[in-house]
């Protein structure tokens, strides 16, 4: 598949047409931001490993019934994807409070919740990504109610599919993001799944595995990322 016009370029990421108009190749850069890109750093090879992960679990979850935007991986940084129209709501899900939700509530991160949280976000990074309830993304026409219900219903499967997959392989997963978008009438999951869009935490030790050893300053984060792969390509 040839790589067409470039048409878009994200913090992490960058997409292009195809011949095919219902395909777009991704392409996963080394940056690393935080704080809606306040923070910026090149990270050699960021891209590869995330583009290697972001295929694996997109696979699996592909085997397991979820409609993805995941066609085929292309190459080491590049990911051939179905072209979603995407939804500009971020559905965040959460197992274990940390980040944000630790500290919005005052609560100590690591606390376990008793129930999944869902959480909404709208993606617009100028305004810092601000949370939204089910009555905004109606009342504003992000989505209509039946597509919030199906990507709420998906966003849950996902996270018991992620959570039994990286359980096998020692990981705790604490919470994630999730992107959706309209292909064909149906609504596919799509943008990235990937240590950039997850809390990943060593179910042993406690040692972050995910960005926020970027976030937060604690070195060690491609090797953190590489340590995922190696897991994932564990045969389990
Ligand atoms: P938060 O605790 O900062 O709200 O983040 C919750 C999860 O969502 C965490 O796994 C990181 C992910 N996330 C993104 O992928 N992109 C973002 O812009 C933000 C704020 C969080
Ligand atoms: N993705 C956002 C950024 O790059 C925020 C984050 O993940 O911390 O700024």
Not at 98 to 118: I, M, N, W, Y
Not at 141 to 161: D, G, I, K, P, Q
Request: charged fraction near 30%.
């Amino acid at each position: 598949m040839q790589k067409g016009e470039f048409l878009y370029e994200g913090k992490a990421k960058r997409v292009y047409r195809t011949e095919d108009p219902t395909c777009y190749i991704v392409e996963y850069k080394d940056t690393a931001t935080a704080f809606d890109g306040l923070k910026k750093e090149d990270l050699a090879n960021k891209g590869v490993l995330n583009n290697n992960i972001a295929a694996l679990f997109f696979a699996m979850l592909q085997n397991e019934g979820i409609p993805t935007h995941f066609v085929k991986k292309l190459s080491e940084r590049e990911m051939l994807v179905r072209a979603l129209q995407i939804i500009p709501v971020e559905v965040i899900v959460r197992n274990i409070v940390a980040g944000s939700l630790a500290k919005r509530l005052g609560l100590p991160e690591g606390a376990p919740l008793k129930s999944t949280v869902l959480e909404f976000n709208l993606k617009n990074d100028a305004l810092h990504d601000p949370m939204l309830n089910q009555y905004h993304i109606q009342a504003l026409e992000l989505a209509t109610a039946r597509e919030l219900a199906r990507m709420e219903e998906l966003a849950l499967r996902v996270n018991e599919l992620l959570r039994g997959f990286l359980e096998k392989r020692d990981i705790i997963l604490v919470d994630f993001k999730l992107e959706f978008g309209r292909f064909g009438g149906e609504i596919l999951l799509g943008d990235e799944i990937s240590p950039d869009t997850c809390r990943f935490w060593d179910a042993g030790s406690g040692e972050k595995l995910d960005k926020d050893r970027f976030r937060r300053d604690l070195g060690g984060v491609t090797d953190a990322y590489a340590e995922v792969l190696r897991r994932l390509l564990e045969v389990k």
